[in-house]
């Protein structure tokens, strides 16, 4: 996951939903808790007014008079509410008409404790209480009293409901705050970001200086990276015009000292080639040295026009051959490089195949994910079996073809300056060479 704000949105959601989720458990189980407490408090209110109501019977057993019951429901078959009295062995010594049957078998507490239990996952809430009745013969009971569950489900459904209705809407509203808080949060990064693409359009010449204090570092290091780079390649460009300026005059007596027609023809033609040698050397390591190589803030260049001119310059260099062009490529096509670099990469590729082609020489680009891929292709025999070696410094496939052989080595130099590849292959279309380069295009 790349995106800051998707990050950001994700740790929020999760710390947001795992918080909410926490505290509606937490809000369940107190209020669980509270209702079961609720429930053994309501119990033993009704097992103290069952004592205070409970007189021994003819036989001197602890009993209750179903006419002076203190709950109207104990009167009631499955009204959800029973209760009885138990001996020490457990047997029923009497319960309310409410009961449907007998009481379910409970453990008795001992003397003066409590015991409240629910029998089972989805049976009655039970308490039980032990108490000694003193009378002629002192004895042990259990006052057991039990209530359906169903009024105490109904009451924490009703709760349940109402809690995560309210933390799911509470989560919604949160969740549209954290994003308007991250929108307002983020707004500089959006910011920067179209200044850096305006940077790369040519648009603005650097990034602004109002940001946050965070920011401000980043912002102040861009600017003097894109001022430093481009002051940078300027120096190395005025050096390089200088240097250019300076070989002229030397290589110029040399070349004229080459045409003195009092040397002998031997020693003139040694001079003038080696002249020859001099500057097409000094030519390529200076367009050597004055590749840009790729810059993320370059401004985008338009492939098109630089191809249509290439190929029109050709076209009147090899104008003996008839040779006949085709350029395919979408219109408004770029690449985040030098135009320089652009020409030097485009035209020795052209110029190569069109020094081997018979007939046809075609140049294919387009854009392939995030690289530019150039096509290259011609009619002439193609390259042999071992092409790769082509790609070294003054290798020609033939030497009866002029040239210093620099032109492939020349793309390859290109190419390292921009972490780009190429491939030399036949071709399939045209029965010739084909020189496949990928290069960066953003």
Not at 162 to 187: D, E, N, Q
Not at 406 to 423: C, M, T
Request: proline fraction near 5%; aromatic fraction near 6%; hydrophobic fraction near 45%.
């Amino acid at each position: 996951m790349t995106s800051i704000r998707a990050r950001l949105l994700l740790a929020a959601s999760t710390v947001l939903l795992t918080f909410v989720a926490l505290c509606g458990a937490a809000l369940e189980t107190a209020f669980r808790d509270s209702a079961r407490g609720a429930q053994e408090e309501r119990l033993r209110g009704l097992t103290y007014a069952l004592l205070g109501a409970a007189e021994p019977d003819e036989k001197n057993e602890l009993s209750l008079n179903d006419a002076n019951l203190p709950e109207p429901r104990l009167g009631q078959p499955q009204s959800g509410l029973e209760a009885a009295i138990l001996d020490e062995a457990g047997t029923t010594l009497w319960h309310s008409p409410s009961v449907d049957g007998e009481p379910p078998v409970v453990i008795g507490p001992e003397v003066g404790k409590w015991k409240f239990e629910r029998l089972g996952e989805s049976g009655p809430f039970a308490l039980s209480f032990g108490l000694r009745w003193l009378g002629d013969q002192p004895r042990r009971y259990t006052v057991l009293v039990l209530e359906s569950p169903e009024a105490y489900e109904a009451q924490l459904s009703i709760f349940r409901h109402t809690l995560w209705t309210y933390l799911f809407a509470g989560s919604i509203v949160l969740l549209l705050a954290l994003l308007l808080v991250m929108r307002w949060g983020l707004a500089p990064l959006r910011r920067l970001e179209g200044e850096l693409r305006e940077v790369e359009t040519g648009a603005a010449p650097q990034v602004g200086a109002r940001y946050p204090a965070e920011l401000t570092p980043l912002t102040s290091a861009l600017n003097a990276m894109i001022v430093g780079e481009r002051s940078q390649l300027q120096r190395y460009r005025h050096a390089l015009g200088d240097l250019a300026h300076s070989l002229k005059t030397p290589l110029a007596v040399l070349r004229g000292l080459a045409g003195d027609a009092r040397l002998a023809d031997e020693p003139r033609r040694q001079l003038d080639e080696q002249v020859g040698r001099m500057q097409s050397i000094a030519d390529h390591q200076l367009a050597r040295a004055a590749t840009a190589g790729r810059r993320t803030l370059a401004q985008p260049i338009n492939v098109r026009p630089i191809a249509d001119k290439l190929v029109a310059a050709l076209a009147k260099v090899y104008a003996d051959k008839n040779l006949v062009f085709s350029v395919e490529m979408p219109d408004g096509l770029t690449a985040r490089a030098d135009s320089g670099d652009l020409y030097e990469l485009l035209g020795n590729v052209l110029d190569n195949a069109a020094k081997w082609a018979r007939s046809r020489v075609s140049l294919a680009v387009a854009r392939e994910g995030n690289a530019l891929l150039l096509v290259a292709e011609d009619d002439g025999p193609g390259f042999p079996d071992d092409a790769e070696h082509l790609l070294g410094r003054g290798v020609r496939a033939d030497t009866r073809v002029p040239g210093q052989g620099l032109g492939l080595a020349s793309v390859v130099e290109v190419l390292s300056a921009y972490e780009g590849r190429i491939a030399l292959e036949r071709s399939a279309a045209l029965g010739g060479a084909r020189v496949t380069i990928r290069i960066p295009a953003a």
